[in-house]
């Protein structure tokens, strides 16, 4: 009982100040003397209610345990047998709604921001370990002279050609952007998740004789049956995101001014365009913005916007800060860093000068009424609470849809309405025999915990059909 | 991988390349392009139509145009060097099948992506006039080609200073009264797709444009690419490049084509310094 009374180790960060004019990772992460007293605030509960948060069931009090003894090599091996990316999860995943929950020791302060900070600790040992070159090599399997190809490098593929390989298969990663990575390398902003990391566990791949080919596009450059029946390749897994950006189909949306979170932040995390003077990709000089959306897409874009040099930045949403889907720290980072939020609002139209660059938005006033669908309340616009604002840059950050060309270029695959595959849920397999599907393009746009666990369901089916043949 | 095989200039800022690309000269149809990127980290991704592919031998044939940074500096490579990163083949390919009477609209670099829809639309089994057009004498590309595979080319230049002296939209309206076309094909600078489709659209005739707007990825996922088609909003980079010319808010378009334009030329101008190309030149 007396760990409950260590205090919580807060996480050292970038001076928001400081950290606005620069791309550099906001959290710095823990010193190993915190890590250690963080990790001793865990009461490693007989019921372990944490584990039921997280998604892969992760054996926390095991590694949290370890964590406390200084243990971090033995630590992070615990993780890996449930996660394969820890590093990753531990910065990017919303704890406040899954592990962290649970935690008794919230409970007991009646409070989750006082939960044990499992993904800091989680993060901590993952990181020590890479730095520390601790990490295993993961054990290939005899060759079983099976051919996998994987559609796309974000998570869920990255896991799924992983534990394929170690089932002793050949794999074969094709990503149709000239980096590798998905979402976790061109959408998440390098203040929130550095890429050397992305590149480390891809480079993990590598080393375990995974070959990544970039530069193409599953249904163009070559279509799943060409894979199937011509290049040999006996199953296929599908991880190919949500890459389709939803507009509002608001008057305004198409003027110069007007962005897709998914073009802003690929602009400046694939394309470097942060760097002025060195990338070749120019970037929109942005004084005043507005972003439409309360998802961590939004906050991504806010804050990014921020350090592009806007001098104000407003995040728009039509709900309030409760409704909020973004991750707890990201909404609280944003506000430090100066990015203001204007709840209860939504966007009529934009409008744009005469040379169709944008200068304002007209915005509603909304009350929040009987819940909807997703269990939120629903907003409702308040008839002549209409009202213009000056805006030179909209960036709409309202979610992605499923990119519909690996459905359109195979037949037999089978999409529900949202265009998302629909696969059985024990092994991930579409409709279409001997190929699976994991992510985002089955789940629509969700998280990179889940993608990844349906990355590893979708592999262990994929090995136990691939004996088989 | 992506290997320069050949290289000519047709102009003074217009080169041709062969590419070694095999899977792309595989599965690509007329009307389709390429991304490419280079240049390590920093480099930009650009769009460029497959102009000619060789399936047996592998390879693709580009023809553009150095109008900025990017441009340049693939103008620099030379036979042998290779292009880090090209995917393709991306975008719908054209609608090529029997119309009967075709007329084909090439202006400036235009004509380059308009000669394997001319072969296509002959092999079809139409006939074909082409009418290509260019600033002035020294910027007119593949005239040869064109001659050896319509059954009428009509040469215009801005200036006079070879074939007819006047703009496409000329010897257009003119073949729209007396010829009366069944399909109308128009590629060239934005400006002049505009006119052109404005021209065919009192007679009614099938026109076909392929728009050239600012792309990064070229899969759907960045909408930077978005035009507004019959009031709908359309992704250049998968719905098109080919649009039904009359249907194209071209004024959003062109806007939309300028974002960056102040900074594009200050790159230009700072690579002609860097490269020691004179202005003009590339
Ligand atoms: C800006 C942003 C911030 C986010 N923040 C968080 C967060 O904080 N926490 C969290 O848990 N989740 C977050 N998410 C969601 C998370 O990133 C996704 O759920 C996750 O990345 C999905 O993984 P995936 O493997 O399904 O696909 P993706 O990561 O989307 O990767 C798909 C890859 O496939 C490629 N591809 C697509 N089609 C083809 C094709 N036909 N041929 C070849 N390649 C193809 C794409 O180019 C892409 O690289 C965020 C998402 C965004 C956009
Ligand atoms: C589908 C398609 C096919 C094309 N085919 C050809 C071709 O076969 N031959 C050819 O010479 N040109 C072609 N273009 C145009 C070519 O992509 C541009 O000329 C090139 O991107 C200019 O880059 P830059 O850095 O040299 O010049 P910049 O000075 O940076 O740009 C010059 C102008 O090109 C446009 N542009 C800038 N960046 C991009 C970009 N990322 N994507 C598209 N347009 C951009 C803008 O309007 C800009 O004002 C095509 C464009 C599209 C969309
Ligand atoms: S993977 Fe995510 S949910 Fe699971 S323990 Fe780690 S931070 Fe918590
Ligand atoms: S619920 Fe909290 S205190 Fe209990 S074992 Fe899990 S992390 Fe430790
Ligand atoms: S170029 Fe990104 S969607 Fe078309
Ligand atoms: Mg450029």
């Known amino acids: ?469 | 991988m992506n290997t320069i095989l050949s290289k000519q200039r047709l102009s003074a800022e217009v080169f041709r390349m062969e590419i070694e690309a095999k899977e792309i000269a595989e599965a690509r149809k007329p009307g389709q392009f390429i991304i490419l990127q280079m240049g390590g980290d920093f480099g930009e991704r650009i769009p460029l139509t497959i102009a000619d592919a060789d399936p047996v031998k592998g390879s693709i044939t580009l023809i553009f145009q150095a109008v900025g940074e990017t441009t340049h500096r693939l103008a620099l490579f030379e036979v042998g060097d290779t292009i880090e990163n090209l995917l393709g083949p991306l975008g719908k390919p054209t609608d090529i099948k029997k119309y009967g009477k075709v007329v084909c609209v090439g202006g400036g670099i235009g004509v380059a992506p308009l000669f394997p829809i001319v072969q296509g639309m002959k092999r079809a089994g139409n006939e074909v006039k082409v009418i290509m057009g260019a600033r002035n004498k020294d910027l007119l590309i593949m005239e040869e080609d064109m001659k050896a595979t319509a059954d009428e080319v009509i040469v215009v230049t801005d200036d006079g200073s070879y074939g007819r002296k006047a703009l496409v939209t000329e010897p257009l309206k003119e073949l729209c009264e007396q010829y009366k076309p069944d399909c109308v094909v128009i590629i060239g600078p934005p400006i002049m797709m505009k006119f052109a489709a404005l021209t065919t659209k009192p007679y009614g005739i099938h026109t076909i444009v392929s728009l050239n707007t600012i792309m990064i990825d070229g899969t759907g996922m960045c909408g930077g690419c978005r035009v507004t088609i019959g009031g709908k909003t359309k992704f250049v980079c998968v719905d098109g490049p080919e649009f039904d010319g009359h249907q194209v808010d071209w004024d959003n378009m062109l806007l939309r084509l300028g974002t960056y334009k102040s900074k594009e030329q200050e790159a230009h101008h700072r690579c002609h310094i860097g490269m020691h190309i004179k202005e003009g030149e590339a």
């Open chain 1, 1 to 469: 009982r007396d760990r409950a009374q260590i205090p919580l180790q807060e996480m050292p960060t970038q001076a928001p100040e400081i950290r606005v004019a620069n791309m550099q990772e906001v959290a710095i992460g823990y010193t190993e003397s915190q890590v250690r007293i963080e990790a001793m605030r865990c009461l490693q509960c007989k019921n372990k209610p944490c584990i039921a948060g997280c998604p892969v069931a992760i054996d926390i009090p095991a590694f949290i345990d370890k964590a406390a003894q200084g243990k971090f090599a033995e630590s992070v091996e615990i993780i890996k047998q449930s996660s394969l990316l820890p590093s990753i999860c531990g910065r990017v995943c919303p704890q406040e709604s899954q592990c962290q929950l649970y935690c008794t020791v919230g409970k007991m302060h009646k409070d989750i921001d006082q939960s044990v900070s499992i993904g800091r600790i989680e993060r901590f040992v993952a990181d020590y370990a890479r730095e520390h070159e601790l990490e295993k090599v993961p054990q290939v399997g005899e060759p079983t002279g099976r051919r996998v190809a994987v559609v796309g490098t974000g998570p869920a593929s990255i896991s799924a050609a992983a534990d394929l390989r170690r089932g002793g298969h050949e794999v074969v990663m094709f990503e149709a952007l000239h980096k590798a990575g998905g979402v976790l390398v061109y959408g998440i902003p390098e203040f929130r998740l550095p890429k050397k990391i992305v590149e480390h566990e891809l480079n993990n791949l590598v080393a375990m004789g995974v070959e990544i080919r970039r530069n193409y596009l599953v249904g163009k450059t070559r279509k799943i049956s060409d894979l199937m029946e011509k290049d040999g390749f006996d199953a296929v897994f599908v991880g190919s995101g949500a890459g389709l950006p939803k507009f509002m189909n608001i008057e305004g949306e198409n003027y110069i001014g007007v962005f897709s979170a998914n073009e802003y932040l690929t602009r400046s995390n694939l394309m470097k365009a942060y760097a002025v003077g060195e990338a070749l990709t120019p970037l929109f000089d942005s004084h005043k913005v507005a972003v439409f959306g309360g998802g961590n897409v939004a906050m991504d874009a806010a804050r990014t916007a921020k350090r592009l040099g806007a001098e104000e930045v407003t995040i728009v949403y039509r709900r309030t800060e409760v409704e909020m889907p973004a991750r707890k720290e990201e909404v609280a980072h944003a506000k430090e860093e100066g990015v203001q939020f204007l709840y209860l609002h939504a966007p009529l139209r934009i409008t744009a000068n005469e040379k169709g660059r944008v200068n304002g938005v007209e915005l509603i006033t909304c009350e929040l009424g009987e819940p909807d669908a997703s269990g939120r309340r629903s907003p409702i616009e308040i008839a002549g609470s209409e009202k213009m604002y000056d805006y030179d840059t909209v960036i709409v950050a309202i979610g992605n849809d499923s990119n519909p060309l690996i459905k359109a270029t195979t037949d037999g695959i089978e999409v529900n309405r949202r265009g998302n595959f629909i696969v059985n849920e024990e092994t991930c397999e579409t409709t279409l025999k001997g190929v699976y599907a994991g992510g985002d393009i089955v789940l629509g746009a969700a998280t990179v915990i889940l993608a990844m666990g349906q990355g590893r369901k979708a592999a262990k089916a994929m090995n136990d059909y691939l004996q088989t043949l």
